[in-house]
């Protein structure tokens, strides 16, 4: 029977919000409305069970279940992790580093560093926040999520006889960092709205010092060593300002310093080399140029300017190498890295593929020649590449593999372009196989705000889709940063409408291109995106078949509404503040939740998680409830609620799995049906 939510009108508070009754965590009657659900998209899914299993085998088959990761080579040491049948998570190991160096596995002298198995074993849930190890190499220090709230426990194990002790600090963030002394930690602990914004310094048996504290709550607080080893730095980010203060890695004890003091609009990120800081910062234009300053003379009125702004490409990210400087650069919706060896002239390094991601991964030491790269693109599995700095000679280290029947060259991978009703040009990334011709399924996924670039990615899952006739594709719409920073700028605060219309100019075009057709179209979206989704739906929802919408983001105006929330304030700079007349009519426009209409919807997947502090479970909750409240048809409207994770799902890797196997279970019984009716 289809859960009836119209039921418990006393429930209902009276007011603008009649779900607000939700958003009482832990009552029996909201416990009873998300089991309730969690039943009902049971019973909907109960016929499809063996199109789930046939799904998860199908996945799971492509997965090289046991397998040894790239060992990352530190001092005497390989560290690296396993993975192994039927184990959720994997297992952190070391061994000592062959002679002449190479990295190759030294089984006689391996050592278990980590199971997480083991620990998994007392939690429904599990994740590891951080994992170091101290510059001797005698102790590891690792945080856990055992809720999905994103609230971790410290631990530092002794890895000479690997006993274990747990670390005091409440509310810790999870993120540690070692100092040189090797006895010295540096965390960050959260305020009552889970923003991190305390740093401390701790030693096993002593109480925590308070090192610094951000009060600001739009800051939030962050910290690292830098590539050089010589500093701590300690991070204070907005969604547009930010600032850096430092100190000696060799004295934990030392009062920090400050590269520049904040001002509003100006955004910086620094690491230290051989020649000192280099900064990233946008104080001469929004696409970002390099400065450098020496340790001993922090203040802005010391940087020296290394390379201006370039107005046709964003530098996005600096890496440093005792070497070289890599700047990695943002160039029409693709990633170029330029590398600057200390000595050799500089060079260009991209991909010959229509679309890809690239960027620099961690796992050489500072003094290597060389950097790692990782690679992907929707129909290639991400590789690592080893690139010597000097000559630009790359090696491929390890390729993801694919097991069974798999090659790349069967499937079709285009860069297309969509026009927006302002004339802007939209880029979206396509993926089918070669044999799937004319108007097809296509699973169209977007997302949109923070900036955030949605690189394309491979997915053994999504082969499953592929191989049945399905494509897929990705919409990098404004607000994302895929076109540079100026395109996140555009799809943020007063001009977020451009996120909505050009997801829907992308729908358009494909439909236009004869890819695809309404009666085919899926869409989908997590978090903010999951917000995209909502709001097009609205829009458009005669636009599209289905939707997917994972712990989205769709109860924008009343959580912006309360600054009690985790992380609200912050989040001014992104959507506005709606103490603000003119900004509250902009953000009430537009919030899915506010403007679900009397009108038919597409078939809905919708998912949250219990736990979750970045989007509440009741955004979901709520929005469901006014869904089948208000919509004029009955397509198939499904709500699952994960009561034991939170933002990012299920913690094991064969959960995922489960959970992928149950969405696409869901739009391949659902597309089908539209298509005919």
């Known amino acids: 029977m289809r859960p009836d939510h119209e039921q418990p009108i006393a429930h209902r508070q009276i007011g603008t919000d009649p779900y607000a009754w939700l958003e009482q965590r832990d009552a029996d009657k909201v416990l009873a ?14 016929p499809h069970q063996s199109l789930q299993q046939q799904l998860f085998d199908e996945i799971r088959g492509r997965i090289r279940e046991t397998d040894l990761g790239l060992p990352s080579p530190r001092g005497a040491w390989l560290y690296y992790q396993r993975t192994e049948a039927g184990a959720e998570y994997p297992r952190f190991y070391r061994c000592a580093r062959p002679t002449p160096p190479s990295l190759a596995i030294d089984e006689s002298s391996e050592q278990l560093l980590l199971d997480l198995n083991q620990l998994a074993t007392e939690h429904d849930f599990l994740q590891l926040g951080d994992f170091s190890v101290s510059p001797d190499h005698n102790w590891l220090a690792y945080s856990l999520d055992t809720q999905g709230n994103e609230t971790y426990r410290l631990f530092q194990r002794s890895l000479t006889d690997l006993k274990t002790s747990e670390l005091t600090l409440a509310e810790a963030d999870g993120s540690l960092c070692w100092a040189l002394d090797s006895k010295t930690l540096f965390a960050v602990s959260m305020d009552e709205t889970s923003r991190p914004a305390t740093l401390w310094r701790l030693q096993t048996g002593l109480a925590p010092v308070k090192v610094f504290h951000e009060p600001d709550q739009r800051f939030y607080l962050g910290v690292y060593r830098t590539s050089s080893d010589q500093f701590i730095c300690i991070s204070s980010t907005s969604k ?65 300017l290394i390379t201006a702004p370039d107005s046709a490409r964003t530098l996005e990210e600096i890496s440093l190498q005792s070497t070289a400087v890599v700047l990695q650069y943002r160039n029409q919706a693709l990633t170029e890295l330029e590398i600057r060896p200390v000595d050799g002239a ?11 991601s690239l960027g620099v991964q961690g796992g050489e030491e500072y003094s290597s020649p060389q950097i790692r790269l990782r690679y992907e693109s929707l129909n290639r599995p991400a590789e690592v590449r080893a690139l010597t700095l000097a000559s630009g000679e790359q090696q491929v280290l390890k390729q993801t593999p ?25 880029p979206i990334s396509v993926i089918g196989h070669r044999s799937t011709q004319g108007e097809a399924p296509l699973y169209l996924y ?49 001009h977020k409408e451009n996120s909505f219309s050009d997801f829907i100019a992308c729908a358009e075009e494909m439909i236009r291109a004869g890819i695809t057709q309404p009666q085919l179209l899926t869409i989908a979206g997590g978090s903010a995106g999951g917000l995209l989704i909502g ?57 899915p939740y506010e403007n679900v209409a009397e009108q038919p919807y597409p078939a809905l997947w919708i998912t949250a998680g219990y736990h979750d502090v970045r989007v509440q479970y009741w955004e979901a909750a709520k929005w469901v409830a006014k869904l089948r409240h208000l919509r004029s048809n009955d397509q198939p409207l499904l709500l699952r609620t994960q009561m034991s994770a939170g933002h990012g799902g299920a913690s094991g890797r064969y959960q995922a799995m489960r959970e992928l196997a149950e969405e696409y279970a869901f739009v391949l019984t659902v597309v089908p049906a539209a298509a005919s009716a």
């Open 346 to 356: 500089p060079y260009t390094l991209g991909m010959p593929d229509a679309v890809y």
């Open 240 to 304: 547009n300002t930010s600032e850096v203060h430092f100190l000696p890695a060799a004295r934990p004890e030392a009062a920090p310093l400050c590269l520049a003091l904040r001002e509003s609009g100006h955004e910086y990120d620094a690491d230290h080399g051989a020649d000192g800081f280099m900064i990233r910062s946008n104080r001469l234009g929004e696409t970002f140029g390099l400065y450098q300053c020496a340790a001993d003379t922090p203040g802005l009125a010391n940087w020296q």
């Open 535 to 591: 709001n097009v739906i609205n829009q458009r929802p005669e636009l599209f078949a289905a939707a997917v919408a994972d712990v989205p983001f769709v109860d924008v105006w009343n959580t912006m509404n309360n600054p009690d929330l985790p992380l609200t304030v912050g989040e001014y700079e992104e959507w506005g503040n709606p103490n603000e007349p003119e900004v509250a009519a902009r953000i009430k426009a537009y919030a």
């Open 446 to 494: 977007g997302y949109g705000a923070y900036g955030a670039s949605m690189d394309p990615w491979f997915s053994h899952a999504r082969l499953s889709l592929l191989q049945r006739g399905w494509r897929f594709a990705i919409a990098h719409v404004r607000g994302g940063a895929d076109m540079g920073e100026h395109w996140y700028q555009q799809g943020k605060l007063q």
């Open 402 to 426: 694919v097991e069974g029947q798999f090659n790349a060259e069967d499937y079709l991978v285009e860069r297309r372009w969509a026009t927006a009703g302002d004339g802007t040009r939209i």
């Open 33 to 46: 409305y998300l089991h309730e659900e969690n039943a009902y998209t049971d019973a909907w899914l109960a």
